[in-house]
């Protein structure tokens, strides 16, 4: 059992370190850490949007549409 929590702890402090080590590349470099804040920000608004429209708010142009 404690050879079986040992492995998990590797893992773990591995992964940590890994996440670690990307993180501190994508900070280093404007052209990586930009493109990163556009996407965050499209998936905040993209998700603002869903939450809208699941409330029954839609966009229109001030007409109705007909249905087929």
Known sequence: ????LEK???VF???VNMMQSV???ILAEPLL???II???FGGVVM???KKIRSLGVRAGSGRRRRRR
């Open 47 to 49: 998700f603002a949007i």
């Open 8 to 10: 998990v702890t590797q």
């Open 13 to 15: 402090t591995m992964t």
């Open 33 to 35: 850490f930009l493109p």
């Open 23 to 25: 993180l501190n590349t």
């Open 38 to 40: 556009i996407a965050l």
């Open 1 to 4: 059992m404690t050879d079986i």
